[in-house]
Structure formats: C-alpha cells, structure tokens
C-alpha cells in the first residue's frame, strides 16, 4: 500500500481479543510527542483467538472509540495496523547474493517451503538486513490473505484508511529498541491476555518469533481452580499477589509456578533453536505486554535463569523510550499493554519506515 499520502496524519491501531489500542503521535523535528491515544475494551466475542467474529459490532465500537480518546485529540483517518502474531510469519531465509530485481524471484521461491499456506493464499513482504560475501539475509513475513482482506474491508467501512499492515512484533520491537540492545541479541516476551509472543531480536532486526497460549487468561485460570473462585475473583487476586513471596500469598503463587515453567521452558525452547543457528548469545529479556506487569514475574525469571545464565539481564521494557511523554500519559508500567501500539505508532510519525 503506499504510505503516508497528501502528508495526513497517521495513527497506530491495535487490534486484539480484548480491546483496541491507539496511540497518536507527532513529529516535533527531535523527538515524537504524544497527540492522542485511547484503550477501549470489547465484549468477549467480538474477536475470538485472533479471528474476528462479530463485524458489525467491531465497527460500532471503533466508530465510538474514535469519538472520545483517553488523552488528547486523535484527528486522523489514515492508521498502521497491526498483524497479531498467530496470523503472521516471521523468519530469516538465507540466499544467494544478488541484486534485488533478482531476488523479487528467488525470495518468494525460496521462502515457500518454510510458510504453511500457499503463496497464493498470503500476502507476502520481505527486506534484506543482512549478510556475508555470498549470502544475503532476508526477514520474510507472509499473513494470510483472508485475514487481512476481511479487517481491511471493516476498517474502510469505518472511514479509516489503512496505509500499512505490520506484525506485532515488528511494532514491539520498534517502540523498546534503543542504541544498547541494538547491538545485541536479545529476547521480547510480549506477554498479553491469551498468548506470549517470543520474539528474537539481533542486531536491531527481527529473527525470529513464536506464539504460546501462556499469558495472563492461563494464570487467572490456575488461581481459579486452585482456589476454588471466579476467574473474576481469580483475576483481582492474581492482580493483587502475583508471584510475591509473602506468607498470604503462598497458595497463589503456588498455582501461578506450574504456569510460569511452561512458559519459561518455551522460552528456553527458542533460546536454544536461535542460539543453536547463531554465533551470537542472548543476553537480555525484556518484558512488555499486559501481563508483564504480574507482579514479582521479572524477580521470578531472574531466579530461574540464575543457574545457567547469571550474565542475561532481564526485565521490563520501556515503551516510551523513544517518545516525548507527557504527563499525563500512562506510567511505564501501565504503558507495557500499550508497547504494540507505540511501535505502530512511531512507524506512522515516520520513525522506522
């Protein structure tokens, strides 16, 4: 699609299970400043696992959001929408040094074999970050036509414009990315609702990532049957203990660790794979997402990563890192739910296009 057109204002959109996040930013010349933004929650329903199953509805609320935002104005029409990670993939092919008139050919040829839906069913992008002598590095990302046909055509019903498509992890890593961990292989868990993004990062490009159905719905299930309470009882406790060590809060975070191991034993899974394919180390976890601001859950990692890896430094993302934040903007923490929309954001202020 091609972006940015009559030089209009351009927005971030989010769209999940839960909710619908926009973030609205400007250009001052130094830095991005924040003009709007709002989180509006949907019904259960409306998008079940990704899939969207309630259209109407879907365009009703977006033509309310659009209306009264948390913070600021959002006078735009033209959006940078986000891919969810179970409808995206995302992998580094290697192949042939050529010139890119060739490798519109060879790519498209190459990465077939490793995307599970035929070419002809996906919409397909790819750009070179990378390579040696006689190899170029290509990041390849396919989703499939249905899905992104269907939410284009909601969107456009609404009067939003779409000028780009981008994955959520592509959008993750674009809001944390700083100097430091550019130069570094690292690991996002984009810890949301229904799922974990484990994303891998090297040399400030994607590299790799994987979805698991561990995230913040499985702790508040676990509360709930250990417990023997509401998942919305199950949902305030998780909020309110976490994986805190007091003595009140035992039986809570007894429930959470069986959770929290699966999850850490995935993220050793992707460790191993890319460090199995690479020269290169993992030396940081960053956390974002929702579900990172579980408390104690960075204390936790560290813990259990303390045997094998006391140099990997982990903890929690910093969304605005590359923003101007006013005052009234959400904290750090309460902006981890908020780090897909920023990335999105930013790459509609023009940072990263």
């Given at each position: 699609?091609?972006?940015?057109?009559?030089?209009?204002p351009?927005?971030g959109?989010?769209?999940?299970?839960?909710?619908?996040?926009?973030?609205?930013?400007?250009?001052?010349?130094?830095?991005?400043?924040?003009?709007?933004?709002?989180?509006?929650?949907?019904?259960?329903?409306?998008?079940?696992?990704?899939?969207?199953?309630?259209?109407?509805?879907?365009?009703?609320?977006?033509?309310?959001?659009?209306?009264?935002?948390?913070?600021?104005?959002?006078?735009?029409?033209q959006?940078v929408?986000?891919?969810?990670?179970?409808k995206?993939?995302?992998?580094?092919?290697?192949?042939?040094?050529?010139s890119?008139?060739?490798?519109?050919?060879?790519?498209?040829?190459?990465?077939?074999?490793?995307?599970?839906?035929?070419?002809?069913?996906?919409y397909?992008?790819?750009?070179?970050?990378?390579?040696?002598?006689?190899?170029?590095?290509?990041?390849?990302?396919?989703?499939?036509?249905?899905?992104?046909?269907?939410?284009?055509?909601?969107?456009?019903?609404?009067?939003?414009r779409?000028?780009?498509?981008?994955?959520?992890?592509?959008?993750?890593?674009?809001?944390?990315?700083?100097?430091?961990?550019?130069?570094?292989?690292?690991?996002?868990?984009?810890?949301?609702?229904?799922?974990?993004?484990?994303?891998?990062?090297?040399?400030?490009?994607?590299?790799?990532?994987?979805?698991?159905?561990?995230?913040?719905?499985?702790?508040?299930?676990?509360?709930?049957?250990?417990?023997?309470?509401?998942?919305?009882?199950?949902?305030?406790?998780?909020?309110?203990?976490?994986?805190?060590?007091?003595?009140?809060s035992?039986?809570?975070?007894?429930?959470?660790?069986?959770?929290?191991?699966?999850?850490?034993?995935?993220?050793?899974?992707?460790?191993?794979?890319?460090?199995?394919?690479s020269?290169?180390?993992?030396?940081?976890?960053?956390?974002?997402?929702?579900?990172?601001?579980?408390?104690?859950?960075?204390?936790?990692?560290?813990?259990?990563?303390?045997?094998?890896?006391?140099?990997?430094?982990?903890?929690?993302?910093n969304?605005?890192?590359?923003?101007?934040?006013?005052?009234?903007?959400?904290?750090?923490?309460?902006?981890?739910s908020?780090?897909?929309?920023?990335?999105?954001?930013?790459?509609?202020?023009g940072?990263?296009?």
């Amino acid at each position: 699609m091609g972006l940015f057109k009559n030089n209009e204002p351009v927005m971030g959109f989010d769209l999940s299970d839960v909710s619908i996040k926009i973030m609205h930013f400007g250009n001052n010349g130094n830095n991005y400043d924040v003009l709007g933004f709002t989180d509006h929650t949907l019904p259960k329903g409306i998008m079940v696992n990704d899939i969207i199953k309630e259209d109407a509805l879907l365009q009703k609320h977006i033509a309310a959001l659009m209306k009264k935002p948390d913070y600021g104005k959002i006078n735009a029409s033209q959006i940078v929408a986000s891919i969810p990670e179970s409808k995206a993939f995302v992998r580094v092919i290697q192949i042939p040094k050529m010139s890119e008139d060739q490798a519109k050919l060879a790519v498209p040829s190459e990465a077939e074999q490793y995307i599970p839906v035929p070419l002809d069913q996906t919409y397909l992008d790819w750009q070179i970050i990378g390579g040696s002598d006689d190899k170029m590095d290509v990041l390849v990302t396919a989703s499939p036509r249905t899905y992104v046909d269907n939410f284009l055509s909601i969107l456009k019903s609404t009067g939003l414009r779409p000028v780009a498509f981008e994955v959520e992890s592509a959008a993750v890593l674009r809001a944390i990315s700083t100097p430091k961990n550019r130069a570094e292989d690292f690991v996002i868990l984009d810890m949301n609702t229904y799922r974990t993004s484990i994303i891998i990062a090297s040399n400030g490009n994607l590299q790799f990532t994987s979805s698991v159905p561990i995230a913040g719905d499985a702790f508040t299930q676990s509360i709930a049957r250990a417990l023997g309470v509401s998942e919305e009882e199950a949902e305030k406790i998780k909020r309110e203990s976490g994986l805190s060590d007091s003595s009140e809060s035992n039986q809570v975070k007894a429930a959470l660790v069986p959770v929290m191991d699966n999850l850490i034993s995935e993220i050793r899974n992707t460790i191993r794979f890319h460090e199995g394919h690479s020269s290169e180390k993992i030396s940081e976890i960053i956390l974002v997402g929702g579900t990172a601001k579980l408390k104690n859950i960075v204390d936790y990692l560290k813990e259990q990563f303390a045997a094998d890896r006391p140099e990997m430094e982990i903890g929690l993302g910093n969304p605005w890192v590359n923003v101007f934040q006013p005052e009234k903007t959400p904290s750090i923490l309460d902006s981890l739910s908020y780090t897909t929309a920023i990335g999105l954001a930013l790459r509609a202020a023009g940072a990263g296009v």
